[in-house]
């Protein structure tokens, strides 16, 4: 038996090793109950509003993180005259940068820089769709915690997206900032709907049961 540990999900594993073997990825267990509890705590710097609000949680780092697509497809929107708003939960190296770049489009209006919080989980429920624009990722926790609360997501191919998000919990954009852009209108235009009701006990009872088959084969041999 051999064991992998994915960092990129399975899709980016068998691209990047090129294995003809049969790769089982098994993601973290969710802890929904606590997810779900928190998210009814009341919250007062931003309130649901008619606009359409896009959620973006975690580092605000540009290498991975690449919130700069963000900023540059907001400027396209702005141009359009839409409206909308983007909340921006987390901190990183590169706040700084971001900061300066949305003043310089005069998007202040637009997005708005939160900081890092303690519990990040009512910033769901004001939000019409979770927005992720990386250039790569592991399979991200935030998708999980998204389609957890009924969020749908908007975000770019990365890890297992396509697999798991598109014509299910929401759309997969390409990473380019035009792409970025049009998604963003679509959503903003037509809204982003789930179309299948995500299932938390079952998600974990899956990984579970992968976790018992590995315990159990532990003791085999390498093929």
């Not at 540990?5 to 691209?15: A, V």
């Not at 990825?25 to 931003?46: R, W």
């Not at 049009?182 to 974990?204: D, P, R, S, W």
Request: proline share 2%; net charge neutral; hydrophobic share 30%.
């Amino acid at each position: 038996m051999k064991l992998y540990i994915i960092r990129h999900g399975e899709t980016s594993w068998n691209k990047e090793k090129k294995t003809k073997q049969s790769v089982e990825v098994i993601h973290n267990l969710i802890d929904y109950e606590n997810i779900i509890e928190k998210s009814k705590e009341q919250i007062e710097d931003v309130k649901k509003s008619e606009i359409y609000t896009f959620l973006n949680v975690g580092r605000h780092t540009e290498e991975d993180k690449r919130l700069s697509r963000i900023i540059e497809a907001s400027k396209l929107l702005k141009q359009d005259n839409l409206k909308f708003r983007i909340v921006m939960i987390g901190t990183g190296k590169d706040d700084k940068d971001y900061k300066k770049l949305v003043s310089k489009y005069s998007l202040q209006d637009q997005i708005l820089f939160l900081g890092q919080k303690s519990n990040p989980y009512p910033y769901f429920k004001i939000a019409d769709s979770l927005l992720t624009t990386s250039e790569h990722e592991g399979f991200p926790v935030v998708y999980i915690e998204a389609m957890t609360l009924g969020l749908p997501i908007l975000t770019t191919e990365v890890s297992d997206s396509k697999k798991v998000i598109q014509n299910k919990y929401g759309i997969v954009t390409n990473k380019d900032v035009d792409s970025i852009y049009k998604a963003m209108k679509l959503a903003i235009n037509q809204g982003i709907h789930n179309e299948e009701t995500f299932n938390c006990e079952e998600y974990n009872n899956q990984i579970k049961q992968k976790l018992n088959i590995l315990i159990n084969n532990c003791g085999g041999k390498d093929e």
